[in-house]
C-alpha cells in the first residue's frame, strides 16, 4: 500500500521542498512558476467553480502588493472566465474605486456576473465598512444591467474572506 505513495512522491520533485529551504531568489522563481500554473488553469474559456483555486491563484497574484489593488473576474453565463482586471490601484490603506468604470468594463467583456478582489496590504483580511459599502453600491449597480454579482474576496498573504459566505452578498 505504501508503493503508490512511495511513487506519487518520487514523482513530485518539489515535495521535500521548504521556504526556509530556498533563497530569495528561488522563492522567487517558484513564485513565478506557480502563477504561470495558475494562469493556465485560469485562462480564457475555463469554467470558474473551485473557490480554492480562485483564492490560492488571487493570493498569489496579490502576495507582496505594497498597495491596494482592486480587481475584477468577469465571468460569462455559464461562470466561464472571460478576463481577470486590476482595474485601480491605491494607497496602503485603500484605493478608490468607480463604479462606472466597473460596469462599463464589465459591459465592454460582455459579462454576465463578477467576482471583485482586492487585497490588505496590511495582512488584515476582516472587511472594513468602505469594503461593505462599495460591495453593496457595486452589486446595485451591476444589476441596473443584469451582471450578477457572485462574490467580493479580501485577500491577504496568509488569508481571505468570502463577503457571499458571509451572508453580505
Not at 48 to 64: D, H
Not at 114 to 128: A, K, T
Request: proline share 4%; glycine share 6%; hydrophobic share 45%.
Amino acid at each position: 500500500m505504501s508503493a503508490p505513495n512511495a511513487a506519487s512522491a518520487r514523482e513530485d520533485r518539489f515535495h521535500s521542498l521548504t521556504p526556509a529551504s530556498l533563497s530569495i531568489a528561488e522563492q522567487s522563481s517558484v513564485v513565478a512558476l506557480a502563477l504561470k500554473v495558475l494562469s493556465g488553469r485560469f485562462r480564457r474559456g475555463r469554467t470558474v467553480n473551485a473557490p480554492q483555486e480562485v483564492q490560492q491563484f488571487l493570493r498569489l497574484k496579490l502576495s507582496g502588493r505594497r498597495n491596494e489593488v482592486f480587481g475584477v473576474i468577469f465571468l460569462d453565463a455559464r461562470n466561464r472566465l472571460i478576463q481577470i482586471a486590476e482595474l485601480f490601484h491605491g494607497t496602503v490603506d485603500g484605493a478608490a474605486v468607480y463604479p462606472r468604470v466597473v460596469v462599463q468594463k464589465a459591459l465592454d467583456n460582455n459579462a454576465a456576473a463578477v467576482i471583485l478582489v482586492h487585497n490588505h496590504p496590511s495582512n488584515i483580511s476582516e472587511p472594513s465598512e468602505a469594503d461593505r459599502g462599495i460591495t453593496l453600491k457595486l452589486g446595485r449597480a451591476l444589476a441596473l444591467v443584469d451582471i450578477r454579482l457572485l462574490d467580493h474576496l479580501v485577500v491577504t498573504d496568509s488569508s481571505f474572506v468570502s463577503l457571499a459566505d458571509r451572508g453580505w452578498i
